[in-house]
C-alpha cells in the first residue's frame, strides 16, 4: 500500500523569506501526488498536482513543487511567504483504488 | 452554492442521540468520500461512492452509516457514538475515484459528549 512521509511536524519561517515543505512518499509505480493546503476551520484546498510530464508543476498562490522519483519526493516551494501562507499543508498520493493517502500535515507558522 | 457545501458547520450530541451530516456537490463529480479528521492523526478515508455505488469502506464501525441517494448528495448518519468520534468530518468529490484531484468542503465539527 502507498503512504506518504512528511517529516516536519512544524515549521516556522519569516514573512518574505523561502519556504520549503518535505514529502516522501512510498509507492512501486508513478504516482499522482498532490498538494493541499488547509486553514483554520476550513476544508482542504488543492495547490498542485502531478500526475506525469515535467516533473516541476505550478501551482495557485506561488507555490510549485518538484517531483523527483530517484528520491520519492514531492517537496513544496515558494519563494517568498506571506503572513496568510499560515496553515497546514498535506502532502497526498493516489496509488491504487484506495483513493488519496494523506502524510500527517506540516504546520507552518510565519513570523512578521 | 459553488464546490462542496457541508451542512451542519457544527454538532454537538450526546452519545445516545442519532443525527446526519449532509453534503452535496455542485461540482458535476461522480465520486464522492467521507474522511476523518482527528487531532495530530493523518487524515482517515471512511467511505467512497463512485456513480453512488459504495467502492470502500475502511473498516468503519458500524455506527457510521453513510447514503448516497445520487451522484451530488452524501450522508453520514450517527448513532450512539463514542467521545473518540469526536473530530472534523470532511466530504469530498472527484471526477473520477482513481487518479483525480479532489475538492473538499469545510467541514462539520463533531462534538461527541
Known amino acids: 500500500a502507498q503512504s506518504v512521509t512528511q517529516p516536519d511536524i512544524h515549521i516556522t519561517v519569516s514573512e518574505g523569506a523561502s519556504l520549503e515543505l518535505r514529502c516522501n512518499y512510498s509507492y512501486g509505480a508513478t504516482p499522482y501526488l498532490f498538494w493541499y493546503v488547509q486553514s483554520p476551520g476550513q476544508g482542504l484546498q488543492l495547490l498542485l498536482k502531478?500526475?506525469?510530464?515535467?516533473?516541476l508543476v505550478q501551482g495557485i498562490k506561488g507555490f510549485e513543487a518538484e517531483f523527483k522519483r530517484s528520491q520519492s519526493s514531492f517537496n513544496l516551494r515558494k519563494p517568498s511567504v506571506h503572513w496568510s501562507d499560515a496553515a497546514e499543508y498535506f502532502c497526498a498520493v493516489v496509488g491504487g483504488a484506495d483513493g488519496l493517502t494523506f502524510g500527517k500535515g506540516t504546520h507552518l507558522i510565519i513570523q512578521p | 452554492e459553488t464546490g462542496v457545501t457541508q451542512t451542519p458547520r457544527h454538532l454537538v450530541m450526546g452519545m445516545t442521540n442519532k443525527k446526519s451530516l449532509k453534503c452535496e456537490q455542485h461540482?458535476?463529480?461522480?465520486?464522492m468520500y467521507w474522511y476523518k479528521q482527528s487531532a495530530k492523526k493523518p487524515l482517515e478515508l471512511m467511505f467512497v461512492y463512485n456513480f453512488k455505488e459504495q467502492t470502500e469502506n475502511n473498516s468503519v464501525p458500524s455506527r457510521f452509516s453513510p447514503e448516497c441517494p445520487n451522484s451530488s448528495h452524501l450522508f453520514l448518519h450517527l448513532h450512539t457514538l463514542q467521545p473518540e468520534d469526536s473530530a472534523l468530518y470532511l466530504c469530498?468529490?472527484?471526477?473520477?475515484?482513481?487518479?483525480?484531484?479532489?475538492?473538499f468542503g469545510p467541514g462539520t465539527r463533531l462534538t461527541v459528549t
Open positions: 461540482l458535476g463529480h461522480n465520486a
Open positions: 502531478y500526475f506525469s510530464g515535467d516533473t
Open positions: 469530498a468529490s472527484s471526477q473520477g475515484v482513481l487518479g483525480y484531484e479532489q475538492y
